[in-house]
């Protein structure tokens, strides 16, 4: 019975902008070959219970940034700016979609602004019913970093990592696994020579590393790394084991799927 309700549980995946998209580039550059290969090893790991979030990438930050989106609406010049970057994510979740779709697999995007109300920055109301029903389903959930709107602060981002550890505490999920551009979270600039991964890190682990997670080597209105681990913390909390991977490296996010040994970092409670 237990390995039956463990199994049931389902796994949430995110897709890092940093992965799928070229985010050193200011303009929305998709990489598409990431995309279809991460779409390959998702369909080929045939995971029961997926759950799906990708980020935003080139195609989201440089304009939530140019508009100051997080911070809510003070002026009507933002207006477009929150309009337009809400279509350019959908545009990039398009393509995952597309990618997704191709090879038969069934999947459906849920648009984070059209269910999701935040307070603050942070999420407050999410209307889940028809997620939890495609998951019945056995049709596979895709949701994506976006422009949402605020109660108090009229409008804000949501991350893609918000959204992915928000839903695994709702959905009581099995693990998280982030898919980046990194071989998981290093003890310092990844990009610095030197600079190991972390194969394991506990909550403890995480308050004394905090000074050597950075910001994203491109545009990240969300925080890179750092603001990654803060927002996954409650769901590690929680309980949910984080596998962090590099979904630029072929094989890693299958692995991660179907639970065999994946080059990364494991944070764990304890
Ligand atoms: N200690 C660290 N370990 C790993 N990456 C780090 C670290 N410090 C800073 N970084 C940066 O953080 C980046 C990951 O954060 P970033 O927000 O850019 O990716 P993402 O979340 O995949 O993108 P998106 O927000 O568009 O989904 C890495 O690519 C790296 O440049
Ligand atoms: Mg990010």
């Excluded at 898919?179 to 909550?203: E, Q």
């Amino acid at each position: 019975m237990e390995r039956k309700l463990m199994e049931s549980r389902p796994v949430v995946l995110k897709l890092g902008g940093s992965a799928i998209t070229d985010k050193l580039n200011q303009e929305p550059n998709p990489r598409s070959d990431v995309i279809s290969r991460a779409a390959a090893e998702i369909i080929k790991a045939h995971v029961k219970n997926l759950v799906i979030v990708h980020g935003a990438g080139s195609f989201g930050h440089p304009m939530a940034q140019e508009f100051m989106l997080k911070d809510g609406f003070r002026e009507e010049g933002q207006k477009m700016g929150f309009a337009v970057t809400h279509n350019m994510v959908s545009v990039l979740n398009g393509l995952v979609m597309d990618a997704l779709l191709v090879d038969d697999f069934p999947a459906l995007s849920i648009t984070p602004s059209s269910c999701v109300v935040a307070s603050d920055g942070r999420i407050k109301r999410f209307e889940d019913q028809p997620l939890r029903m495609l998951l019945r389903m056995g049709i596979t959930p895709v949701m994506y970093g976006d422009v949402v709107m605020d109660e108090r602060i009229g409008f804000t981002v949501v991350s893609g990592d918000q959204l992915a550890s928000v839903l695994a505490v709702k959905l009581d999920a099995r693990k998280i696994i982030m898919a980046g551009n990194t071989d998981g979270v290093y003890d310092g600039d990844p990009k610095s020579p030197g600079a190991k991964p972390y194969s394991r890190l506990t909550l403890a682990d995480l308050k004394k590393i905090e000074d050597k997670l950075g910001e994203s080597a491109g545009t990240d209105v969300t925080g890179g790394m750092l603001g990654k681990i803060v927002e996954l913390k409650p769901a590690v909390e929680a309980g949910i084991p984080v596998n962090v991977v590099n979904a630029t490296r072929a094989n890693s996010i299958y692995r991660a799927l179907v639970d065999e040994k994946v080059e990364g970092t494991l944070i764990e409670k304890g």
